[in-house]
């Protein structure tokens, strides 16, 4: 008859033999779950990094087209003083429109 201890530490030994033995399997699952997860979170920061980027890039761009639009037509007197004023107007016209 086996005593409690025996038994117990045959146990041990089998899911320590299972274990190893099934190491190039579980070691797969395991690796390939960091991996899914790790991709997932980089692909969320790359998201956000590319929308902070395109916001950044859009007040740029309007930031340019409003301080340096250089058109040379005759009734825009040559001058980018006229977009940006027109631009203003504009922008407080639209604001103005918005909160009533």
Not at 42 to 53: D, L, T
Not at 69 to 79: A, E, V
Request: proline share 2%.
């Amino acid at each position: 008859m086996q005593t409690r201890s025996s038994n117990s530490s045959a146990t041990t030994a089998l899911i320590a033999v299972l274990l190893v033995l099934s190491f190039p399997f579980w070691i797969g699952i395991v690796g390939g779950l960091f991996g899914l997860i790790i991709g997932i979170f980089g692909g969320v920061i790359g998201a956000i990094g590319g929308i902070i980027g395109g916001i950044l890039g859009a007040i740029g761009g309007l930031i340019g087209w409003i301080f340096d639009w250089n058109f040379h037509f005759p009734f825009f007197f040559g001058h980018s003083s006229f977009f940006t004023l027109v631009a203003i107007i504009l922008l407080v016209v639209i604001l103005i429109k918005t909160r009533k």
